[in-house]
Every structure is written in C-alpha cells, then in structure tokens.
C-alpha cells in the first residue's frame, strides 16, 4: 500500500536560518504532491503543489523540490520566522479516488 | 466568511451514546470528506463523496454514517461511541480536477470528540 514518511517529528531551528523537511513515499507514483500548514487546534492550511514534471515550485520564502527517482519531497522555508512555527504535512493522491493521503507531519519550532 | 464550518467544535460524551457532526461548505465544491485525526496527529481519510454519492469508505467501522444531503452538506452520525472514537474529526471540500491534476483539500476547524 502507499506509504509516506516525514523524516522527523520534530525540527527546532534559529530564526533567520532555513528550515528543511523531507518527505518520502513508497509504493507509488503519485502525480502530484501538496503540504500543508497546521497550527495547533486549527485545520491544516494548503501551501504549494508540485506536479510531478516540476522539479521546484517557490512561493514567497517557501520553496518545494519533488524528485520521482528518489521519491521524495523537499520543503524549505528560508529566513524562518517564530511565526513560522507549525506543523507541517505533505500529502500525494491516491490511487484511487480523489482524497490524499497525509504523512504525520514535522512540528518545526523557531526561535528568536 | 467560513469556507467550511462544522459544528460542534468540542463534544464530550459518555461511552454508548450516539452523536453526530455537522458540516457545510460555502465554495461551491463538489467533493467532500470526513478525515480522523488521532491523538498521534495522524490525519487518516475516512469518507469522501462526490455530488451526494459516496466516493471512499475508508474500512470504517460501519458505526460511522456519513449522509450527505446535498452537496453543500456532509454529516457524520456516530453510533455506540466507544472510548477509541476520541479524536479530532475534520470535514474538508475540494473542487474535482480530473485525474493528475491536483485537487487541493481546504480544511475546517475541526470536532473535538472526548468519549469518557
């Protein structure tokens, strides 16, 4: 079955240093992948998608790499921010149907 | 104006009861979801419907019945709450793209369910 992983539970970093999460997956080849932001007791947030022919997607200080021969997903926030403290989650399609799947997610802290 | 709301955001209940979660989207999407998150804050899909028919049926236990009056509208009704049940349920709504063409999920705030 699909299987995704989120290297760390937890990241504490520097404000001002950039933060890094991985996300792997196994056993299939989505089309596309998406993360998501969650702040605690809210719903998680969407933040970018990257197609699989798309190898970096920016939006802002954030910036996604997918790379389907490693299955795997980078996410990085540069010059992080307190505010940018949050769980983050990725998430691929299904094989079939058109939910997602989530991995566990990275709580990253950072401090000022 | 919330996107998609549920109600209630917090539910404690007693063991057996019977309870139920109510959500509404305002974006005019076509598909909806339940979605579980345990106390490992592991986001898990439970159902999704697409126009009023029901799409996934995530191996629930069949105490959990979606019903979805209208597109706009999905409820859950939780039978014999068992003290396993408690988590954060979060309804979403997504617009279907077609196949490989990314639907991104927009979230409500969740239900706390304690089952005690």
């Known amino acids: 079955s699909q299987k995704i992983e989120q290297n760390s539970e937890a990241l504490n970093i520097q404000e001002g240093k950039t933060a890094t999460l991985t996300c792997n997956y196994t056993?299939?080849?989505?089309?596309?992948l998406q993360w998501y932001r969650q702040d605690p007791g809210r719903g998680p947030v969407f933040l970018l998608l990257i197609r699989e022919n798309e190898k970096e997607k920016r939006k802002e200080r954030l910036k996604v790499t997918f790379d389907t021969t490693l299955k795997q997903s980078l996410f990085h926030i540069t010059a992080s921010q307190p505010a940018d403290s949050a769980t983050y989650l990725c998430?691929?399609?299904?094989?079939?149907?058109?939910?997602?799947?989530f991995g566990k997610g990275t709580t990253l802290s950072v401090s000022s | 104006d919330t996107a998609v709301s549920q109600t209630p955001k917090y539910l404690v209940t007693q063991m057996g009861n019977d309870k139920s979660i109510k959500c509404e989207q305002n974006l005019g999407h076509d598909t909806m979801y339940w979605y579980k998150q345990d106390s490992k804050k592991f986001l898990k899909i439970m159902f999704s419907?697409?126009?009023?028919?029901?799409?996934i049926n995530e191996t629930v236990p069949n105490r959990f019945s979606p019903k979805s009056p209208d597109k706009a509208h999905l409820n859950l009704h939780i039978n014999s709450l068992e003290l396993g049940d408690s988590a954060v349920y979060f309804c979403?709504?997504?617009?279907?793209?077609?196949?490989?063409?990314?639907?991104?999920?927009?979230f409500g705030e969740g239900s706390w369910l304690t089952v005690v």
């Open positions: 979403a709504s997504s617009q279907e793209k077609g196949p490989g063409s990314g639907n991104t999920i927009y």
């Open positions: 998430a691929l399609d299904r094989q079939a149907g058109t939910a997602l799947i």
């Open positions: 419907y697409n126009n009023k028919e029901l799409i």
């Open positions: 056993n299939y080849s989505p089309a596309y």
